[in-house]
């Protein structure tokens, strides 16, 4: 097999294996079950997807997907680059509240301020365990 027949047998095999990823994702499959997907090319040029062991009833939903027992629709295994950025004009929101009470850190844009807010009733009470989160909006564009 010469080189050339190598990178489009490859370019192939990650393609398809790249569209399978986005359908299961799209049925709610968790990364953990498609993240193993890879693409694979034999010695005679074969492009192929290797799949592995998949849990019944991931099989089962999608089989389910499609009124043909197909195991996904074609319009799903269509597979477009997409790019996530945060939403201009807008701001992330970080939030903390305590594990051991009912206290919660004012929310606010500024991170630095809330993790001080956090140490502020660690002083005062002792608990020292928060959940933190921090919020922003996204927008997903098509990347191409
Ligand atoms: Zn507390």
Same mark, same amino acid.
Request: aromatic residues 6%; charged residues 25%; glycine residues 6%.
């Given at each position: 097999?010469?080189?050339?027949?190598?990178?489009? =047998?490859?370019? !192939? #095999?990650?393609? #398809?294996?790249? #569209?399978?990823?986005?359908?299961?994702?799209?049925?709610? @499959? &968790?990364?953990? @079950?498609?993240?193993?997907?890879?693409?694979? @090319?034999?010695?005679?040029? !074969? +492009?192929?997807?290797?799949?592995?062991?998949?849990?019944?009833?991931?099989?089962?939903?999608?089989?389910?997907? =499609? &009124?043909?027992?197909?195991? @996904?629709?074609?319009?799903?295994?269509?597979?477009?680059?997409?790019?996530?950025?945060?939403? &201009?004009?807008?701001?992330? !929101?970080?939030? #903390?509240?305590?594990?051991?009470?009912?206290?919660?850190?004012? &929310?606010?844009?500024?991170?630095?301020?809330?993790?001080?807010?956090?140490?502020?009733?660690?002083?005062?009470?002792?608990?020292?365990?928060?959940?933190? =989160?921090?919020?922003?909006?996204?927008?997903?564009?098509? +990347?191409?």
């Amino acid at each position: 097999m010469d080189m050339q027949t190598w990178r489009d =047998s490859r370019a !192939t #095999a990650v393609e #398809a294996t790249e #569209a399978l990823r986005a359908a299961l994702d799209s049925l709610g @499959v &968790p990364e953990s @079950v498609w993240g193993t997907l890879r693409p694979v @090319v034999t010695f005679k040029g !074969t +492009a192929y997807v290797h799949v592995g062991m998949v849990r019944a009833d991931v099989a089962d939903r999608m089989c389910d997907e =499609s &009124p043909r027992g197909y195991p @996904v629709t074609r319009s799903v295994l269509r597979y477009v680059k997409h790019r996530i950025t945060q939403q &201009p004009d807008t701001c992330t !929101t970080f939030e #903390a509240e305590c594990m051991t009470c009912d206290w919660k850190a004012k &929310p606010s844009t500024d991170g630095a301020g809330v993790d001080v807010q956090c140490m502020s009733h660690t002083g005062r009470t002792g608990h020292a365990t928060f959940r933190r =989160s921090c919020t922003s909006l996204a927008l997903v564009e098509r +990347a191409e």
